[in-house]
């Protein structure tokens, strides 16, 4: 089998599971690095693996613009040519269908794009969308789907429900390779019962997993959340549940809480790159004067190798002079801080003790909103390349 998943423990609405994939095991619930051009910004896969991250995204649009899927697979798939031995996920380049919404035409048949680029097409139909990502080689795969805006007028929601579902049938019918797990994507705006109907549809395609899109753009958390409990709870228990493109550490938590077991989101290292570090007790904005001169190290409760090493002090100079080492040292120090709050969750989930933990950290981190977070997956955007 491509993928199975076991449900090892359980703590109100809460999962701890595993994944198993031809490149290895996933603990559940987990984060993943986005790796959208075949490269988590700014480190290396050494250094992703000391951080023992499980699982990292790739994108399925940005790849076949550059360097183009035919090139990767002829290099040995994706694991070879960006030497990562860890399971990897690409999605279909649906959300590029959102974020690049002036750049591309949409029917039944598929979407054209104009590449953001150099203007040339590319067309992703629901076929070409699982050729693409079966040359790619990833373990687990994404339907091509429709992600509309959370100010969408409801038929243009429910337009974009009905063509992911019917992409959904022809993406399983077009899968040849049997040792990836492809995963149905749930649509359906911030209507719960639409979600519902798309989660109870997708799920007689009997996929071996399921994913929640469309959030995290642009409504406010609170309505996010709402829907999510519905949603979530459509899902089979026994398959695992991705929500993609969510969000900040608050998110993660609120998202566990839910039953959700795996997430995504260019935070950590976009947020990096910007001298922006996450903490146990919020977000650090290094940039700041008050930074000049601290000689305490980025967040006392982290082990990571920048914390161990690097004052505030030293990492607001790296900013300051425009140093390539400033954006790798924080990057680096945004995934460990994400990673670790997962593995806390999962030993809570373990041990019954979830509720408190996650009282614990949303009171540390303050009640924190998304804030930044209308980001998403790593479409693109005028003021940065794919994150």
Request: with cysteine; hydrophobic share 40%.
């Amino acid at each position: 089998m491509a993928l199975s998943f076991t449900l090892l423990a359980t703590d109100g609405q809460a999962r701890r599971g595993r994944l198993t994939t031809p490149h290895g095991p996933v603990e559940t619930p987990i984060f993943m690095p986005v790796g959208t051009a075949a490269t988590v910004k700014g480190l290396t896969p050494a250094q992703l693996l000391d951080l023992d991250a499980h699982l990292i995204l790739a994108n399925t649009y940005h790849l076949a613009l550059r360097p183009g899927s035919e090139l990767i697979a002829d290099l040995g798939g994706l694991h070879r040519f960006m030497h990562w031995s860890r399971p990897i996920l690409t999605d279909s380049g649906g959300y590029q269908v959102f974020s690049l919404a002036e750049k591309r035409d949409i029917s039944d048949a598929g979407v054209r794009f104009r590449s953001h680029i150099d203007g040339r097409p590319l067309e992703l139909t629901p076929e070409r969308a699982i050729a693409i990502q079966e040359q790619l080689g990833a373990d687990i795969i994404m339907c091509l789907d429709e992600c509309p805006s959370s100010v969408d007028a409801e038929p243009a929601i429910q337009e974009a429900m009905r063509r992911t579902l019917q992409w959904a049938e022809r993406c399983r019918a077009a899968q040849r390779r049997s040792d990836q797990a492809l995963f149905g994507i749930v649509q359906g705006g911030l209507n719960p019962a639409w979600r519902i109907a798309c989660a109870e549809a997708l799920i007689k395609l009997d996929f071996p997993g399921y994913a929640l899109g469309g959030f995290s753009v642009g409504e406010p958390t609170a309505q996010m959340l709402a829907v999510l409990d519905e949603a979530a709870a459509a899902l089979p228990t026994d398959k695992p549940r991705y929500l993609m493109g969510v969000g900040t550490p608050a998110d993660l938590i609120e998202g566990v809480a839910r039953g959700i077991d795996l997430f995504d989101c260019v935070l950590p290292t976009r947020n990096g790159r910007n001298a922006q570090a996450f903490t146990a007790s919020g977000t650090v904005k290094l940039r700041n004067a008050g930074h000049r001169t601290d000689p305490s190290p980025l967040d006392p409760e982290c082990g990571c190798y920048t914390c161990q090493h690097f004052s505030r002090a030293y990492l607001h100079h790296l900013f300051s002079a425009g140093e390539m080492l400033g954006p790798t040292l924080v990057s680096l120090h945004n995934i460990a801080f994400y990673l670790g709050l997962m593995g806390q969750l999962r030993h809570a989930i373990e041990a019954g003790r979830f509720d408190a933990v996650r009282a614990e950290w949303l009171t540390k981190l303050g009640g924190a909103d998304r804030g930044t977070a209308d980001h998403n997956k790593g479409g693109w955007h005028p003021d940065a390349a794919a994150p």
